[in-house]
């Protein structure tokens, strides 16, 4: 049984949603990614941003994980961890979208016999993330329709 992190961010550069993350085990990066998020809409918020580094982030996460592993995601933006965790009602039309795909990865892991734990972290404690979603990218990493299958050995995969 393997213990994941997960932390993902979101910002606006130029007005256009951007995403970022990075999955560690051990503290060892296994994977990251960052891009322009994938649009469920035409709203261009920070709140998408934040809910495309999540979603991009559980995408990029599943070919690493194993049965009876745990994983902890971990982001900064406590409406995005609210709202997925049910907490707060999803109030903006334009994100209902988005915490659905969100709760379908949930469920591919939480399938797969494995532990998922989503929760909100001060954003000193998220740096890296904010790092990767601030950077330029022409395309994403990290395409949660085409799951990426180029995964290192080195620590494994399903």
Known sequence: MARWNLYFD????????????????????AEKGHGPVDLLGTEMTT???????????????LAWLKENDMIGVYGDSQLVV??????????????????????EFVKIIQAK???ILIDWIPREQNTRADELSKMPASKPKSD?????????PSLGRV
């Open 10 to 29: 979101g910002a606006v550069p130029n007005g256009i949603p951007h995403f970022g993350w990075l999955l560690e085990r051990d503290g060892t990066v």
């Open 47 to 61: 709140n998408v941003a934040e809910y495309g580094g999540l979603i991009h982030g559980l995408a990029g996460s």
């Open 82 to 103: 609210r709202q997925v965790n049910g907490m707060y009602r999803v109030k903006k039309p334009h994100l209902v979208p988005y915490v659905k795909k969100v709760h």
């Open 113 to 115: 016999n494995i532990t």
């Open 144 to 152: 949660w329709k085409e799951i990426q299958e180029d995964v290192p």
